[in-house]
């Protein structure tokens, strides 16, 4: 049900995940003043929280990639004039960083296989990658224009970065409370390889790829605790070991950078136009 007699104004960063989303969930959204922050681990009782509470401003923050359609979906049901904060990286940069998500977890399917740019036959499809279709799926239920930011200006331009959402959401921050240390541990690419090469004989793809019942999710931590155990002593083995092949193909995202161009050309005009 819609809450129509709300003064409330609601922000909703969606993600998109693989975009210093985690940074900004756990450094930076927590330190903005003037604003309650909801985050990612309470995004299914965000409703109730904003219902029960008496804020003027709220901002919830959740991370959205192939689902991103259906949530957006189900929280303009509630809020149907929130603002929405998104953030883009270019399309290769971010497929490559899922595909290093996915195999960090235990699936080891080849990055062809992953996504396949000639055939569209992979686990992801290059609607997935359509990122001005993202957009206007946002506008068509909110009825607003997103705030676009991407993930390039947060890693050159940190404070402008933060400056934009700050202005956006009516908040606030203090530049000295803010690290800008990155929150995650990457994986290099001989521990990926590892990870992959045993997860093979270990794990079938159907199992590694299902969460939606208890069963699956059980199984999915365990594959995931398992190809912990893999990668942290992998950084012992030579390297000679596993340089053979390409964990991702620069060919192939070469491929993915152009096929994407036109897209992303559009969704950086669109994000120069005003909110």
């Given at each position: 049900m819609t809450d129509t007699t709300s003064t409330k104004q609601v922000y909703f960063h969606v993600g998109l995940g693989k975009t210093g989303t985690t940074y900004l969930?756990?450094?930076?959204?927590?330190?903005?003043?003037?604003?309650?922050?909801?985050?990612?681990?309470?995004?299914?009782?965000?409703?109730?929280?904003?219902?029960?509470?008496?804020?003027?401003?709220?901002?919830?923050?959740?991370?959205?990639?192939?689902?991103?359609?259906?949530e957006v979906a189900k929280f303009s049901r509630h809020y149907p004039d929130a603002r929405v904060i998104i953030v883009l990286r270019r399309h290769d940069g971010w497929i490559a960083s899922q595909y290093r998500r996915f195999a960090k977890n235990g699936i080891h399917v080849d990055f062809e296989q992953?996504?396949?740019?000639?055939?569209?036959?992979?686990?992801?499809?290059?609607?997935?990658?359509?990122?001005?279709?993202?957009?206007?799926?946002?506008?068509?239920?909110?009825?607003?224009?997103?705030?676009?930011?991407?993930?390039?200006?947060?890693?050159?331009?940190?404070?402008?970065f933060f400056d934009s959402i700050a202005a956006y959401t009516g908040a606030s921050y203090a530049r000295d409370a803010i690290s800008l240390d990155a929150v995650h541990t990457s994986y290099s690419d001989k521990q990926l390889k590892a990870v992959r090469k045993l997860s093979r004989y270990l794990f079938p793809v159907s199992e590694a790829h299902s969460r939606k019942t208890l069963r699956g999710w059980l199984?999915?931590?365990?594959?995931?605790?398992?190809?912990?155990?893999?990668?942290?002593?992998?950084?012992?083995?030579?390297?000679?070991?596993?340089?053979?092949?390409?964990?991702?193909?620069?060919?192939?995202?070469?491929?993915?950078?152009?096929?994407?161009?036109?897209?992303?050309?559009?969704?950086?005009?669109?994000?120069?136009?005003a909110c």
């Open positions: 969930q756990y450094e930076f959204f927590p330190r903005l003043k003037g604003i309650h922050y909801i985050q990612r681990t309470r995004y299914q009782r965000a409703h109730e929280i904003i219902s029960r509470t008496q804020y003027p401003r709220y901002l919830v923050s959740r991370e959205f990639d192939q689902q991103l359609p259906q992953f996504f396949d740019i000639d055939h569209d036959q992979g686990l992801w499809k290059q609607a997935d990658l359509n990122f001005m279709a993202k957009l206007r799926v946002i506008e068509s239920h909110f009825g607003h224009k997103p705030l676009v930011l991407f993930q390039e200006d947060l890693k050159q331009d940190p404070y402008g199984q999915w931590r365990r594959i995931q605790l398992t190809s912990y155990a893999i990668m942290y002593p992998a950084r012992l083995l030579p390297d000679a070991w596993f340089n053979n092949v390409e964990l991702i193909p620069q060919t192939q995202l070469n491929k993915i950078r152009d096929h994407f161009a036109d897209d992303w050309a559009q969704c950086r005009a669109y994000a120069r136009r």
